[in-house]
C-alpha cells in the first residue's frame, strides 16, 4: 500500500512540475521604454497633475512571431514590472513627488491605471519601481499604439525640467502557431 501511495505522489508531483514547464513554455515579455519630459511649471506642490498622454508605439508583431506566435494567439497580458529612472536634471531625484500613477490608453481603449506608488520618502533616489494593477492589457499590446500618462503629486518645487525613462515590462501568455 505504502508503495502505491508513493507511486502516487510522484506521479502528481511530476504532473504538475511538468504542466509548469509547458506553461513557461508559452510565457514571455516584451519589454518597452518610453521617455517622458515634465515641464518644471507643472510640478506643483500640494496640486494633482496630470501629464500629456505621450504615444507609444506598440509593434508587437515581430515579438510575436519571434516568440512563435500571432496577436490572435495571445491568451493574457499583464504589467509585470515598471521602472522609473529619473534621467535629468542630474541634481535631482525623485523626493520632489508624493505619489504618482501610470495609466495605459489608446483609440477606442478606455484609459487604465497599471500600476502607482504612494507616500514616496524624501530620499527616494534616482530609481523608483512601481506597483503594477495587475489589469489586463491584451488589447493595448495587440493595437498599433497606445498611449501612457502620468498622474502624480508634488510636495517639492523643482527648478528645471524633469526626464523620466519609464521601463515596462509586460508579461504575455499566448498559445504557439
Not at 512601481?130 to 492589457?137: A, D, G, I
Not at 510636495?155 to 515596462?168: F, G, H, P, R
Request: with cysteine; charged share 25%.
Amino acid at each position: 500500500m505504502n508503495k502505491i501511495t508513493l507511486l502516487l505522489f510522484a506521479c502528481a508531483v511530476l504532473l504538475v512540475g511538468g504542466c509548469k514547464q509547458i506553461d513557461k513554455l508559452f510565457t514571455f515579455n516584451i519589454n518597452r521604454s518610453q521617455a517622458i519630459t515634465v515641464p518644471k511649471m507643472a510640478i506643483i506642490p500640494g496640486l494633482t497633475v496630470m501629464g500629456a498622454p505621450v504615444v507609444i508605439n506598440a509593434d508587437t508583431k515581430e515579438e510575436f512571431r519571434k516568440q512563435n506566435t500571432a496577436a490572435e494567439l495571445v491568451k493574457d497580458v499583464t504589467l509585470h514590472k515598471i521602472i522609473m529612472n529619473l534621467e535629468s536634471p542630474a541634481n535631482e531625484d525623485f523626493g520632489f513627488l508624493k505619489d504618482v500613477e501610470l495609466f495605459l490608453g489608446g483609440d477606442n481603449l478606455p484609459e487604465v491605471s497599471v500600476a502607482y506608488l504612494r507616500d514616496i520618502p524624501a530620499n527616494a533616489g534616482r530609481t523608483l519601481e512601481l506597483t503594477t494593477t495587475n489589469v489586463k492589457l491584451d488589447k493595448y499590446l495587440k493595437a498599433n499604439s497606445y498611449t501612457l500618462r502620468t498622474r502624480g503629486t508634488a510636495d517639492e518645487t523643482v527648478l528645471e525640467d524633469i526626464t523620466v525613462k519609464v521601463d515596462m515590462t509586460f508579461k504575455v501568455t499566448a498559445d504557439l502557431l
